[in-house]
């Protein structure tokens, strides 16, 4: 089961609303959900909430060490608590996904995230598992720094949080280890399509 629910970003209020905080919209949706309010930690460094769920401890973490260095959180409480990597589980931002949409997936690269490059470093594995929240790319590489930098359009914004409230639905799958159900419910839980305009009726 995961046991350690971690969301990437970046703090301060100039990077609030920014694409690349995909992952700190997602554990504040997930700390109301739980009714577990987040509070400064700095043994860990950043915002940490801990509950139990049917008798076992679950932790949530917002690192606050800035992106690049978010592996120096997680493994300070992932060592600490004694979690192992494939009970972690790390939402963030993912440009190759469109606004709308969430996958489950365990393991593999970081892709070039720097947030999940640190955790790699830090936890010595990639073994562990990213919600990947959508955010759309921007068309051309040299523009994604400045693309996740930014806020999404209103339209965009509203898609990303759909799709955060969407994944918190496999929430009891996550704990319940069952999750071959929960990448089912992710996965299958999409945006509409929209509907492509009307032909105007001919006379």
Do not use: C
Request: aromatic residues 8%; proline residues 7%.
């Amino acid at each position: 089961m995961i046991k350690l629910f971690v969301g990437l970003g970046n703090p301060g209020p100039e990077y609030e609303a920014t694409r690349h905080n995909a992952g700190f919209w997602w554990i504040d949706a997930l700390a109301r959900e739980l009714k577990a309010p987040l509070s400064l930690d700095k043994n860990y460094y950043g915002q940490v909430a801990r509950t139990t769920i049917n008798g076992q401890t679950v932790w949530l973490l917002k690192p606050l060490t800035f992106m690049n260095l978010s592996g120096k959180s997680v493994a300070a409480l992932a060592r600490f608590f004694k979690i192992a990597p494939e009970e972690i589980l790390v939402a963030h931002d993912e440009l190759d996904i469109v606004p709308g949409q969430a996958k489950l997936k365990f393991g593999g690269s970081h892709a070039g995230h720097n947030g999940l490059r640190d955790i790699h470093a830090q936890l010595g594995s990639g073994d562990y598992w990213r919600l990947r929240l959508g955010v759309g790319h921007p068309g051309v590489k040299s523009e994604v720094i400045h693309w996740v930098l930014k806020k999404p359009s209103q339209e965009h914004r509203q898609a990303i949080e759909d799709s955060i409230a969407r994944a918190l639905k496999a929430l009891p799958e996550l704990l319940g280890s069952e999750m071959g159900k929960a990448t089912m419910l992710i996965h299958t839980s999409v945006a509409p399509r929209p509907k492509p305009p009307r032909k105007p009726e001919t006379e």
